[in-house]
């Protein structure tokens, strides 16, 4: 692999840009492999990294559909933070968020991270309780957190709209200042590179279609190119992850629903942080580009498609202009949908399964991204040693059985 710099940088681009390799080998699918991964978005990629760099497992192959990041990977707002309330929660997301600080250096790609701050916002007393319970809770585990009170929020973010006889007028917010963004593109593109670079094949534009079992344990996987041999599935497919459970006879309690964002015309910088608002139910940014990147919640139907209702996008517009009133004249660009799983208690599946050597990282509903080298460090112990490490264990499927529920609606309340 080679290694990205300043001076390769000008090098290459005094001979034209004729020296660069891609990122990435282009694999075909092997007889066999010691563990498949289907999915290669940013969880999949990471699973496959992890299990390559620290438990040094490489004849590994990530089997994607698509192609590299054109899933929820690519269809997402890129927000990083992990004040959420629960222990279990915040041991995975404060995890993921250590991870990030550094991964950009350690894949040798920017990934242009930006620890610009997520600020939530209170519109009432009973929200400011809530919310300074939770910064308590963040504290007590670690999880950088504080509490700004009115005036602290309007020096932090002086657009907003803090007027009195505001429809939601503005209390006060938590911040985690370490929380912000990255480039989606970017990450997944370091991931696929560094994860090959160890000589983990990717094979895009490949469909897994069925799943051979054997005396209760997994054998082999079927795909449009020929069946693979293998002990060892780990379904990484975000939406679609009913569906791949099914092709071994396991049902889940996951619902797949569109997930809707959109963008603005490109405008001078003007907001320098993440903005969120569980009342109003909206949040928003600016991208490196100028864009304003806004978001809410989940369209309430069940769907496979990466698209929505307009009633959404006319919801999110009318909360950001509640909150940000001098964005009311701004032009929207264009719109994306992704697909997200659901559980019943908004917490991920990190966990084996009743069938050998199958493996489920799934349900993280509107908030995968965060969690992505922290999930994928995480699932690679799991797949590596069949047995989950002290972070994953919370997120088994029993805890759907045992009612040992990890329920973070309160913290996952706007799509982010």
């Known amino acids: 692999m080679q290694r990205y710099s300043l001076l390769r940088l000008v090098r290459e681009g005094l001979r034209g840009h004729t020296g660069w390799e891609p990122a990435w080998?282009?694999?075909?699918?092997?007889?066999?492999?010691?563990?498949?991964?289907?999915?290669?978005?940013?969880?999949?990629?990471?699973?496959?990294?992890?299990?390559?760099?620290?438990?040094?497992?490489?004849?590994?192959?990530v089997i994607e559909k698509g192609w590299i990041g054109g899933g929820n990977s690519g269809r997402n707002t890129t927000i990083i933070r992990s004040n959420y309330l629960y222990d279990e929660s915040a041991a995975i997301y404060d995890h993921a968020l250590t991870l990030w600080k550094t991964l950009g250096r350690e894949l040798n790609f920017n990934i242009m991270m930006s620890h610009r701050g997520v600020l939530n916002l209170a519109h009432d007393e009973n929200e400011a309780r809530q919310i300074k319970r939770r910064v308590e809770a963040n504290r007590l585990n670690g999880v950088e957190g504080e509490w700004l009170d009115a005036k602290g929020v309007q020096e932090f973010c002086p657009i907003l709209n803090m007027a009195p006889s505001a429809r939601y007028p503005i209390v006060g917010g938590s911040l985690q200042r370490t929380g912000g963004t990255n480039r989606h593109d970017a990450v997944v593109w370091g991931l696929a590179r560094a994860a090959s670079a160890l000589g983990v094949d990717i094979v895009e534009k490949t469909e897994v279609t069925d799943i051979r079992v054997e005396a209760g344990r997994i054998t082999a996987v079927e795909t449009n190119r020929g069946t693979v041999k293998t002990p060892k599935v780990a379904s990484v497919v975000a939406g679609h992850t009913s569906v791949m459970a099914d092709l071994i006879g396991i049902r889940l309690p996951i619902q797949s629903h569109p997930l809707q964002a959109l963008v603005s015309e490109p405008i001078k910088p003007v907001i320098d942080c993440v903005v969120m608002s569980n009342a109003v139910h909206a949040y928003c940014s600016q991208s490196d580009k100028g864009e304003l990147v806004i978001g809410a919640g989940i369209d309430h139907h069940n769907s496979y498609t990466q698209r929505g209702q307009i009633a959404?996008?006319?919801?999110?517009?009318?909360?950001?202009k509640e909150v940000f009133p001098i964005f009311s004249r701004l032009r929207m660009m264009r719109q994306w949908g992704g697909i997200v799983d659901v559980c019943p208690d908004a917490s991920p599946i990190l966990s084996k399964t009743p069938v050998k050597g199958f493996y489920i990282n799934a349900g993280w509903g509107t908030g995968g991204w965060k969690a992505t080298p922290g999930s994928g460090h995480v699932f690679a112990d799991l797949v590596a040693n069949d047995e989950p490490n002290r972070i994953a264990a919370p997120f088994s499927i029993d805890r759907f059985v045992t009612g040992a529920l990890v329920a973070e609606h309160g913290a996952a309340a706007v799509a982010h």
């Open 25 to 61: 080998r282009k694999a075909t699918l092997k007889d066999a492999y010691d563990v498949v991964i289907i999915g290669g978005g940013g969880h999949g990629l990471a699973t496959a990294y992890y299990l390559a760099k620290v438990h040094g497992i490489t004849n590994v192959a």
């Open 312 to 320: 959404l996008i006319e919801h999110q517009i009318a909360a950001i």
